[in-house]
């Protein structure tokens, strides 16, 4: 079966310092992997997703097929950066694919 | 814009009574998804509709029933509220293309007293 573990609950940096997101997962077959950010008193919303390797707001994920990890990464924190994320790859199978969420990070950015 | 609207923001019920969490497309996708979001948790899947009447369980389909009578509207529905059953309940649409990407209704905080 397909899981995803996000290993820390909570991770708090201070503005400007680098953060890590981690994030790894077991999947047969070649995964297609999103990140979704909750801002506070926002719904959940797509930030970046694997396939089109992008940067969003400052942030990358690189999928690591042999450490079967896709760890969110920022070089410079900011205070909006603050929300809950979610690692989430793709389950395929049954009448549709669906997404299988992460237990999620909380980022707190000090100032 | 895809729009995904959940009828109540927060709902206060009691323990038995039957409840109904409503979700609303605006659009003409196919896929909706039910998730409850629990602090340590995340998100887990409860049931999910690939078209109108069509349904699939989730994770943790127990305690829960859905309806998709029409394809703009998918509702879920806990037939006996429990307190166990408390928690945020997040709807989702997987727009069509390429990208697979889901859409979120605002979702609804459910208290079972």
């Known amino acids: 079966a397909q899981r995803v573990t996000q290993p820390e609950k909570l991770l708090s940096v201070f503005k400007g310092a680098p953060v890590e997101l981690k994030c790894n997962y077991s999947?047969?077959?070649?995964?297609?992997l999103f990140w979704y950010v909750q801002y506070s008193r926002q719904r959940l919303q797509l930030l970046l997703r694997?396939?089109s390797r992008e940067s969003i707001k400052g942030f990358t994920a690189d999928l690591n097929k042999g450490e079967t990890s896709f760890h969110l990464k920022k070089p410079f924190a900011q205070e909006e950066d603050s929300a809950m994320y979610y690692c989430?790859?793709?389950?395929?199978?049954?009448?549709?694919?669906?997404?299988?969420f992460g237990t999620g990070t909380l980022l707190a950015v000090q100032p | 814009d895809v729009k995904v609207t959940q009828s109540s923001r927060y709902l206060v019920k009691r323990t038995g009574e039957k409840v109904f969490l409503e979700c609303v497309q605006d659009?003409?996708?196919?896929?909706m998804f039910w998730y409850r979001q629990d602090p340590g948790l995340g998100l887990r899947l409860i049931y999910f509709?690939?078209?109108?009447?069509?349904?699939e369980k989730g994770d943790i389909p127990e305690g829960y029933s859905v309806s998709r009578e029409k394809k703009e509207r998918f509702s879920l529905i806990l037939e006996s509220a429990s307190t166990n059953q408390t928690s945020m309940y997040l709807c989702?649409?997987?727009?069509?293309?390429?990208?697979?990407?889901?859409?979120f209704g605002p979702g609804t905080r459910l208290t079972v007293l």
């Open positions: 999947y047969s077959g070649s995964p297609e």
């Open positions: 509709s690939y078209d109108v009447k069509m349904k």
């Open positions: 989702a649409i997987r727009a069509g293309g390429y990208y697979n990407e889901q859409f």
């Open positions: 659009m003409d996708h196919e896929n």
């Open positions: 694997h396939i």
């Open positions: 989430a790859p793709y389950r395929y199978g049954g009448a549709t694919n669906k997404l299988i």
